[in-house]
């Protein structure tokens, strides 16, 4: 059974920094497309980032030049680096995992097969 489990949530100020961490159980992560959505209260989940097998990478306009996904395949772990946060990043982090090589979904949430329970990042401004 492949389950997700995120940390590195919390509390920080503006401007500030996060990394938050998504460790894969259950299988390898090598060939999968790994995302990170995010979900603020009363909105609908949204696409933040995404990594493909090959390392190729894709990011939300809103989040482009602050936030660096990255992927440790030997530790099946993906990180969300976050810098220079902003209140309206507050949110829900969710990772997910699309367990085919497909590119083309990675900013749909119907594209992920495997969703985590999701970690709270709260930025004060």
């Known amino acids: 059974q492949v389950q997700l489990m995120e940390s590195g949530g919390g509390l920080v100020q503006a401007g500030g920094s996060l990394r938050v961490s998504c460790v894969v159980s259950?299988?390898?992560?090598?060939?999968?497309?790994m995302g990170w959505f995010r979900q603020a209260p009363g909105k609908e989940r949204e696409f933040v980032t995404a990594i493909s097998w090959s390392t190729t990478t894709d990011y939300a306009d809103s989040v482009k030049g602050r936030f660096t996904i990255s992927r440790d395949n030997a530790k099946n772990t993906v990180y969300l680096q976050m810098n220079n946060l902003k209140a309206e990043d507050t949110a829900v982090y969710y990772c997910a995992a699309d367990t085919s090589t497909r590119w083309n979904t990675r900013r749909t949430v119907n594209g992920y097969d495997y969703w985590g329970q999701g970690t709270q990042v709260t930025v004060s401004s």
């Open positions: 259950g299988r390898p992560l090598r060939l999968s497309t």
